[in-house]
Nanobody, 123 residues
């Protein structure tokens, strides 16, 4: 299984970006896909997650109302639409996948990880 994240870049505060994560090697029909991020000098943190089947979504308080996670099952791809970006959103963003239904906010629950894509938000 490979997860390929893309869409990162350098933007100004208030701008938007859409990240994509394409999964290959298997078709996911259960479990979660999640987005995590690691800011410079900080621990990795949960950002958002979505279930493949029902499309239930979950967000960290820090991104709720600004980020939207969605999926395209036919393309085996998950997206993270990020609006009203802030300098504190600057981080490497990682997508991750699991076939289980554990704690979606814990990185330990995920079996597969992408390499990450850098998002830099200037003030």
């Amino acid at each position: 299984v490979q997860l390929q994240a893309s869409g990162g870049g350098l933007v100004q505060a208030g701008d938007s970006l859409r990240l994509s994560c394409a999964a290959s090697g298997r078709t996911f029909r259960r479990g979660f896909m999640g987005w995590f991020r690691r800011a410079p000098g900080k621990e990795r943190e949960f950002a958002a997650a979505i279930t493949w089947i029902a499309g239930d979504t979950y967000y960290a308080d820090s991104v709720k109302g600004r980020f939207t996670i969605s999926r395209d099952n036919a393309k085996n791809t998950v997206y993270l639409q990020m609006n009203s970006l802030k300098p504190e959103d600057t981080a490497v963003y990682y997508c991750a996948a699991t076939l289980g239904y554990g704690d979606y906010a814990s990185g330990a629950a995920y079996d597969y990880w992408g390499l990450g894509t850098l998002v830099t938000v200037s003030s």
